[in-house]
């Protein structure tokens, strides 16, 4: 029950961190390697019951702290036009994170940004949690073919996954910012990307709040 707990821990803790965590599949390719007789499917499921528990701290920490505190009333109106169309699609929604959370892929900037939408969060978690624990459970199962291919023990693919890690993580980063100064009005109309020029009031929303 102990070693459960310090698992959840863990992986909350990594999926609350919003930029340069290690990836969370790599604890699971761990337990899968030292320990191939452990149940794997009920770990994959406490794995992912943290994962979406902290991803959702996550988004909400980026509403309270981000958004209230650092956004301008400006780039916040510019993202509630984003999510008048998402409330719209919700299956769309439903449909992405639920193909990020069964990639390797980083979703730690995906939910900063789905925060910044202040959208419904019990949307994204259900999603979120089947595609985890359906990776997980697989990562944990082909973690000593994966590990023999990465040749994690060498110097030079630690090398190479530490420049790599560091530059995901960094253009993570702008990507989020970026996020937050896409014309989304200008974008969903007439289909042209374009940021929003400072100082330039933010749109109306199609009700006119």
């Known amino acids: 029950m102990s070693r459960m707990l310090l698992l959840f821990l863990a992986v909350f803790f990594l999926n609350l961190v919003p930029a340069f965590a290690p990836p969370t599949w790599m604890v699971f390719s761990y337990l899968g390697f ?18 979406t528990s902290g991803r959702l ?7 309270r702290i981000v958004r209230r505190k650092f956004l301008s009333e400006a780039s916040k109106r510019n993202i509630d036009v984003l999510r008048e169309r998402l409330e719209r699609r919700r299956k769309l929604t439903f449909s992405i994170f639920l193909f990020y ?16 939408t202040t959208m419904d ?7 979120f949690f089947l ?24 110097t030079d693919a630690l090398s190479y996954l530490s420049w790599y890690f560091i530059g995901s993580q960094t253009l993570i980063l702008c990507l989020i910012y970026l996020f937050t100064r896409i014309d989304w009005q200008h974008l969903l109309t007439h289909k042209r ?3 929003v020029p400072r100082g330039e009031k933010a749109p109306a929303l199609p009700d006119g709040r």
């Open 34 to 51: 030292r320990s191939p007789s452990l149940n794997l499917p009920l770990l994959g499921a406490i794995g992912a019951a943290a994962a």
């Open 57 to 63: 701290v996550l988004a909400k920490l980026s509403d």
């Open 101 to 116: 959370a069964f990639s390797p892929l980083p979703s730690n900037y995906l939910f900063i940004s789905y925060g910044l």
């Open 121 to 127: 969060l019990r949307l994204v978690a259900i999603p």
């Open 131 to 154: 595609g985890r624990w359906v990776s997980y459970t697989f990562w944990g199962f082909t973690s000593a073919t994966v590990a023999r291919r990465i040749a994690v023990g060498s």
């Open 193 to 195: 990307l374009r940021l």
